[in-house]
């Protein structure tokens, strides 16, 4: 009898080990499923937040709920190195690097540790920030809002340095000003926006946004001629559903207003290399009314996934 009893007792504590040995071991493999995905956001935040708490607040309670892995950051005016690390820990990120601490700095957030590669700023419109997360190459730049033939030398230079460095894996993001050839079809429709730019032009004349009165493809036609691969342009549809600028916020419109949609465009961008194009998952544009009052962009987002083995 107390044998058949302690026999009982060792094969209910055996079954209790295994199924605690089992789910320790799912524990695992769904965490290191998670792990293997990257979830990167670029967001033009607007001349700083401009000093408004309650943009930076609204920014931050968004940022905890998307809980991202990387986010590249453009428009950090008036920010300190140590502001970017305070804002970045707000969503749980403990690493931030900032480009500079005047006019208008890119900056980057990881919840992973961050390697400064290469900071440039001789050439650039705001600059170009290089670093390096988990293997993976970032290159976050703003370029020039004024100027597509200052945009071109701007890409140009970051494609040369891609290839001289040979940076299979890498990233390029952030505000690029300019327009995909992807977008064509629907952007050539824009005319709006293309009567607005012509009208800067024309009252700018040291500038020019237009080529010749057109709308110039040549920035991005130099990044995808590299085999980067434009997400958003090949996943999203219809066509304004990319767009990520203005948000109604920029002229006190509420979302939704009609007059945006003839004014809207995409100059905000994440580019995959040739051999991270295939991960690409769950590509969004967060252009709804969910950020609005937080910047005059709306900021755009890709998962990729298996990155580890």
Same mark, same amino acid.
């Given at each position: 009898m107390y044998v058949e009893q302690t026999r009982d007792m060792l094969?209910?504590?055996?079954?209790? $080990?295994?199924?605690?040995?089992?789910?320790?071991?799912l524990t695992s493999l769904l965490y290191a499923q998670e792990r293997a995905?990257?979830?990167? $956001?670029?967001?033009?935040?607007?001349?700083?937040?401009?000093?408004?708490?309650?943009?930076?607040?609204?920014?931050?309670?968004?940022?905890?709920?998307?809980? &991202?892995?990387?986010?590249?950051?453009?428009?950090?005016?008036?920010?300190k190195r140590a502001d970017l690390l305070q804002l970045?820990?707000?969503?749980?990120?403990?690493?931030?690097?900032?480009?500079?601490?005047?006019?208008?700095?890119?900056?980057?957030?990881?919840?992973?540790? $961050?390697?400064?590669?290469?900071?440039?700023?001789?050439?650039?419109w705001h600059g170009m920030l290089h670093v390096k997360i988990k293997n993976l190459d970032f290159i976050v730049t703003h370029l020039s809002p004024f100027s597509w033939q200052y945009r071109l030398g701007e890409a140009k230079q970051i494609?040369?340095?891609?290839?001289?460095?040979?940076?299979?894996?890498? $990233?390029?993001?952030?505000?690029?000003?300019?327009?995909?050839?992807?977008?064509?079809?629907?952007?050539?429709?824009?005319?709006?926006?293309?009567n607005n730019l012509i009208k800067w032009d024309t009252e700018h004349p040291q500038y020019g946004n237009m080529r010749g009165g057109r709308f110039d493809y040549s920035v991005l036609s130099t990044f995808l001629a590299m085999g980067f691969e434009d997400c958003i342009g090949r996943s999203i549809f219809p066509e304004i559903k990319r767009t990520s600028y203005p948000s109604a916020t920029l002229y006190n419109w509420k979302w939704g207003d009609p007059r945006i949609a003839t004014v809207s465009e995409r100059l905000d961008y994440i580019l995959l290399s040739e051999p991270l194009?295939?991960?690409?998952?769950?590509?969004?544009?967060?252009?709804? &009314?969910?950020?609005?009052?937080?910047?005059?962009?709306?900021?755009?987002?890709?998962?990729?996934?298996q990155l580890e083995k």
């Amino acid at each position: 009898m107390y044998v058949e009893q302690t026999r009982d007792m060792l094969k209910k504590d055996n079954i209790k $080990i295994l199924t605690l040995i089992g789910l320790l071991c799912l524990t695992s493999l769904l965490y290191a499923q998670e792990r293997a995905k990257l979830k990167i $956001i670029s967001y033009n935040i607007w001349n700083g937040f401009e000093k408004q708490q309650d943009r930076k607040d609204k920014f931050s309670a968004w940022m905890k709920k998307e809980q &991202p892995d990387v986010v590249a950051l453009q428009e950090l005016v008036d920010f300190k190195r140590a502001d970017l690390l305070q804002l970045a820990k707000t969503y749980a990120h403990n690493y931030a690097v900032l480009l500079k601490e005047e006019g208008y700095p890119v900056g980057i957030s990881s919840r992973y540790p $961050i390697t400064v590669v290469n900071a440039r700023l001789d050439k650039f419109w705001h600059g170009m920030l290089h670093v390096k997360i988990k293997n993976l190459d970032f290159i976050v730049t703003h370029l020039s809002p004024f100027s597509w033939q200052y945009r071109l030398g701007e890409a140009k230079q970051i494609a040369e340095y891609v290839k001289n460095n040979h940076l299979d894996s890498c $990233i390029i993001l952030g505000d690029l000003n300019a327009y995909s050839p992807l977008d064509a079809i629907w952007l050539e429709k824009q005319s709006s926006l293309k009567n607005n730019l012509i009208k800067w032009d024309t009252e700018h004349p040291q500038y020019g946004n237009m080529r010749g009165g057109r709308f110039d493809y040549s920035v991005l036609s130099t990044f995808l001629a590299m085999g980067f691969e434009d997400c958003i342009g090949r996943s999203i549809f219809p066509e304004i559903k990319r767009t990520s600028y203005p948000s109604a916020t920029l002229y006190n419109w509420k979302w939704g207003d009609p007059r945006i949609a003839t004014v809207s465009e995409r100059l905000d961008y994440i580019l995959l290399s040739e051999p991270l194009a295939s991960h690409a998952k769950q590509v969004e544009v967060h252009n709804g &009314p969910a950020l609005e009052g937080i910047s005059d962009h709306y900021p755009v987002s890709v998962v990729i996934d298996q990155l580890e083995k």
